[in-house]
């Protein structure tokens, strides 16, 4: 019975946690900040950086779809399965020196920031894992399902994102989870 009661609390402990968790999110583009019209940026097919400001977490996870579908679900206005929801983020490469995205429907990258020299953000990111800011640039996109990178330039279709944290039980089951910024990118 205590063991329960100990859970629980340590559940409540850590979906409260999450809630303490901020995101703010500007995309740059050609040294401009675009801004967005709800949730929809207009960009050019260049080089595009996500620069975020971090608080009370040193991670986050990123759905990233070319499905409208899988989007709308992720927000909670359509009624699909989303697997985001259901596995553990992929890690891409530190420092981001590939400047990609990956886009996959089964599992959403994890973007983290635990130190200067570890972090999956473009160099010299700031601050510490309980409050940092880091920029992200973008020149490609990593089409999963289909083993095929992309570049700006040829991209056709809008990119639909979700930043979001977790929260596990001891399983690593989803128990909860907070949606801490979402986007639509469409190209001019």
């Given at each position: 019975?205590?063991?329960?009661?100990?859970?629980?609390?340590?559940?409540?402990?850590?979906?409260?946690?999450?809630?303490?968790?901020?995101?703010?999110?500007?995309?740059?583009?050609?040294?401009?900040?675009?801004?967005?019209?709800?949730?929809?940026?207009?960009?050019?097919?260049?080089?595009?950086?996500?620069q975020?400001?971090?608080?009370?977490?040193?991670?986050?996870?990123?759905g990233?779809?070319?499905d409208?579908?899988?989007?709308?679900?992720?927000?909670?206005?359509?009624?699909l399965?989303?697997?985001?929801?259901e596995?553990?983020?992929?890690?891409?490469?530190?420092?981001?020196?590939?400047?990609?995205?990956?886009i996959?429907?089964d599992?959403?990258?994890?973007?983290?920031?635990?130190?200067?020299?570890?972090?999956?953000f473009?160099?010299?990111?700031k601050?510490?894992?309980?409050?940092?800011?880091a920029?992200?640039?973008?020149?490609?996109?990593?089409?999963?399902?289909?083993?095929?990178?992309?570049s700006?330039?040829?991209?056709?279709?809008p990119?639909?994102?979700?930043?979001?944290?977790?929260?596990?039980?001891?399983?690593?089951?989803?128990v909860?989870?907070?949606?801490?910024?979402?986007?639509?990118?469409?190209?001019?």
């Open positions: 019975m205590i063991r329960k009661i100990i859970g629980i609390a340590a559940l409540i402990i850590n979906m409260c946690s999450v809630y303490a968790q901020q995101l703010n999110v500007n995309i740059i583009q050609e040294n401009k900040k675009v801004a967005p019209e709800g949730d929809r940026y207009t960009l050019r097919k260049l080089p595009f950086t996500f975020v400001e971090v608080s009370g977490t040193d991670a986050f996870l990123i990233a779809t070319t409208d579908d899988v989007y709308r679900s992720a927000i909670g206005e359509a009624d399965e989303v697997e985001w929801f596995n553990s983020g992929m890690a891409e490469g530190r420092f981001n020196a590939e400047q990609s995205l990956f996959s429907n599992a959403p990258s994890y973007w983290y920031f635990t130190a200067e020299d570890d972090h999956r473009d160099r010299n990111p601050g510490t894992p309980d409050h940092w800011t920029n992200r640039t973008i020149a490609k996109i990593d089409l999963l399902a289909l083993d095929k990178q992309v700006l330039i040829d991209i056709q279709t990119l639909y994102l979700i930043f979001y944290t977790a929260t596990h039980d001891e399983d690593y089951n989803v909860d989870k907070k949606i801490l910024y979402k986007a639509e990118l469409v190209w001019e």
